[in-house]
């Protein structure tokens, strides 16, 4: 399905694996549209890293949802199976697995040795992230085929645009008016909330295709 151009989309949900640059995306784009970005991680931990039921977290989303205007960021499956068909446009950051791990490994040890804050104001520890079976570096390892192929099928049909690559960012985020990263950085937007190219573009990543 192709976004309507000549409709800016103020209601947007970013997917994607870890360390794929969802959580900047998400803020810069908050900040254009004068919304705050809500994070799925912070609404489903609670200290101590005490998961929130999924019906709870689904909730929470509901008067967020209900807003003309919003920006969410996460890949839980309950709550896309309730709000996800409210987005404008869902932006899915398909960045390959070597660039998500090593980005993945790089944030875990900055946020374990310096004790910066994440997930609601937890903090990541050495031992939970590289020696546990809930590890977020073996979590990067193992979801991302499993996810990928979820969110192929899951996109079929919905207004988004998939973005697989920085040359690919680049490309989209001069095709709606953003400030294009720098080479090698994080996916980030600057500028106007996105109005997507018609599919049939070829300079456009929008697809509704399974791929």
Do not use: Q
Request: with cysteine.
């Amino acid at each position: 399905m192709t976004p309507d151009p000549t409709s800016p989309p103020r209601r947007l949900w970013i997917v994607g694996p870890s360390g794929s640059g969802k959580s900047t995306l998400a803020r810069r784009l908050a900040e254009r549209l004068g919304v705050e970005a809500t994070s799925l991680d912070d609404l489903h931990w609670e200290p101590g890293w005490v998961e929130r039921p999924l019906p709870d977290l689904v909730e929470r989303l509901r008067p967020i949802t209900a807003r003309a205007s919003w920006v969410i960021e996460g890949n839980y499956d309950g709550t896309h199976a309730s709000y996800l068909h409210l987005a404008d446009l869902v932006v899915w950051l398909d960045v390959p697995i070597s660039t998500t791990v090593s980005r993945v490994l790089v944030r875990t040890l900055r946020r374990a040795l310096r004790g910066t804050p994440c997930c609601n104001g937890n903090r990541e520890s050495l031992g939970r992230a590289f020696l546990r079976r809930d590890s977020i570096v073996l979590w990067a390892i193992t979801s991302h085929r499993r996810n990928r192929r979820r969110y192929a099928k899951r996109l079929r049909g919905r207004p988004h645009v998939r973005l697989r690559t920085e040359a690919e960012l680049r490309r989209w985020s001069r095709s709606v008016g953003l400030a294009a990263p720098d080479a090698g950085a994080r996916p980030s937007a600057t500028a106007a909330a996105p109005g997507p190219r018609p599919a049939d573009d070829p300079r456009s990543a929008v697809t509704s295709r399974r791929s």
